[in-house]
């Protein structure tokens, strides 16, 4: 992990009408940092990355990505995002769909073979996206979110759908890239391969921040870490 610092999220509060989603929000993440972002249902996770890729403006307070709002171009190039549920175009094909991302970001097709392969996309190449079942839907949205390598990667329950051994391929294909890493997810063994950092949020504002390690030695002997991390939701 370097010094500079890759996000920045400063006193945020966000409401949806009178809902209070994000409650002076305060975290950042230095470059190279690969952070688990956890929290009960509704604690804030979703609204947090949607901020944190632009497609949202905070009420208060500000976000950063490398010192740049997250909607500028440059910011926009060098991250990556995978939202809960994606949706690729769905009338357009698994090939139509890489080719037309790629083309966008101006990625190799071969760089982008390579990802399909590993996803063992290629048999569904010619499927629409609407034809695909949850899980080879959730591959191609990986594909979409991955293939320009980008050095900031936002991704809301990246194994949700995935039998075990693509969620393998998946944890082995995430692990190799290099990025800044913040992953939300319920499934602590998910967050535990993926990262080293934990910031838990509970009803819009950090809790508790540390190391899986941390959290290890806060348990008694043998204790599950979804035990402590109950515990520690909990407050
Ligand atoms: N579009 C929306 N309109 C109104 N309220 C919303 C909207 N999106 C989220 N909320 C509310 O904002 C709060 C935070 O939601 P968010 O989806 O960010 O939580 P989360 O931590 O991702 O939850 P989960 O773990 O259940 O996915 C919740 O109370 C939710 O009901």
């Known amino acids: 992990m370097s010094n500079e610092l890759c996000i920045e999220v400063s006193n945020v509060t966000k409401s949806y009408g009178n809902i ?3 409650n002076g929000l305060t975290f950042s993440i230095a470059c190279g940092g690969k952070f688990a972002l956890l929290g009960p249902n509704g604690a804030g996770k979703s609204t947090t990355l949607k901020l944190l ?3 949202l403006k905070p009420d208060r307070g500000s976000v950063r990505i490398k010192g740049l709002p997250p ?3 440059e910011v926009r190039k060098i991250t990556g995002y995978l939202p809960e549920n994606a949706q690729p175009y769905r009338t357009m094909t698994v090939r139509d769909n890489l080719q037309y991302i790629a083309a966008l970001r101006g990625v190799d097709m071969n760089q982008v073979y390579e990802i399909v392969d590993l996803l063992d996309l290629r048999k569904y190449w ?4 609407s034809q695909l079942s949850q899980g080879n839907l959730q591959k191609l949205s990986i594909a979409l979110a991955i293939m320009h390598k980008p050095s900031i990667l936002l991704m809301d329950e990246p194994l949700n759908y995935l039998d075990i051994p693509t969620q393998e391929s998946v ?6 890239i290099s990025s800044t ?3 939300s997810t319920h499934i602590m063994s998910v967050a ?3 990262t080293d950092n934990v910031i ?3 009803k819009g504002q950090v809790v508790w921040m540390g190391t899986f390690e941390d959290i290890k030695r806060m348990g008694t002997e043998d204790e599950p870490i979804e035990s402590i991390v109950a515990k520690l939701m909990r407050g």
Request: aromatic share 8%.
């Open 20 to 22: 209070n989603a994000l």
């Open 53 to 55: 890729m632009g497609f």
């Open 71 to 73: 909607c500028s171009v």
């Open 126 to 129: 010619n499927y629409k996206a």
């Open 171 to 176: 944890i082995s294909i995430l692990s190799k």
């Open 181 to 183: 890493m913040l992953v």
């Open 192 to 194: 535990g391969r993926l």
């Open 200 to 202: 838990m949020i509970n």
